[in-house]
């Protein structure tokens, strides 16, 4: 068989995977407030399950859009992995919870 010249397209590939962060979470993060808050919200969900911490209802998984990530301290920027600033509210006790106003933030990520 031939003399057929391979050209190597020898890339040096310098892709060393950030430690814990996903590029996109990065980019997300810097963009701040434009980002959806769906990451920590799935993560709170994964953490305190899929039950309002307000009256106590629970949730069926296709119905989680129902429960909204609340967070304890009211800072939506403090998300800490470990779900101690978070709340799973359910959207009737989150509103309860705020009395109108911020939720829309909340509401709004889809
Ligand atoms: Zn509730
Ligand atoms: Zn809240």
Known sequence: ???????KFKRT?????????????IVRELKGETGTPTDYRELSLKIHGLICAKCGR???PKDRRLLTVHHKDGNRLNNP?????WENLCVYC????HSRGLLGDYLRER
């Open 94 to 97: 989150h509103e309860d919870e």
């Open 81 to 85: 992995a470990d779900g101690s600033n």
């Open 13 to 25: 590939q310098a892709k060393k995977p950030l430690p814990g962060k996903s590029v996109e979470e």
């Open 58 to 60: 629970e949730f069926a």
């Open 1 to 7: 068989m031939g003399s057929k010249q391979r050209i």
